[in-house]
């Protein structure tokens, strides 16, 4: 499991959480402002924060060690 500290929610987050949970609660028949709503949307959240520290490190490194490459030719060929 990937592990990070918590980190204060921008302003973009927040209303990306809103947009999310306005949809899971039209898709899923859910009350907005429910118990089960709020908890889907936590849950959610969850998986997202998880995916993306495991994906963007990896996708930083692939595009640096590629940036790398590209330069090292270039100045090769010069």
């Known amino acids: 499991m990937i592990s990070g500290t ?3 929610r921008s302003v973009l987050v927040e209303r990306t959480l809103a947009k999310m949970a306005s949809k899971l609660a039209e898709a899923a ?4 402002g ?3 709503l709020l908890g889907l949307l ?5 998986v ?3 995916i993306v520290w495991e994906v963007i490190p990896e996708l930083a ?3 640096i060690r590629e940036n790398l ?3 090292t030719k270039k100045r090769g060929a010069s």
Not at 42 to 46: M, P
């Open 61 to 63: 490194e692939q595009i």
């Open 69 to 71: 490459q590209d330069l």
């Open 29 to 32: 028949g859910i009350e907005p």
């Open 34 to 36: 429910s118990p089960e």
């Open 42 to 46: 936590k849950l959610s959240a969850e």
């Open 48 to 50: 997202v924060e998880r």
């Open 6 to 8: 918590p980190t204060k």
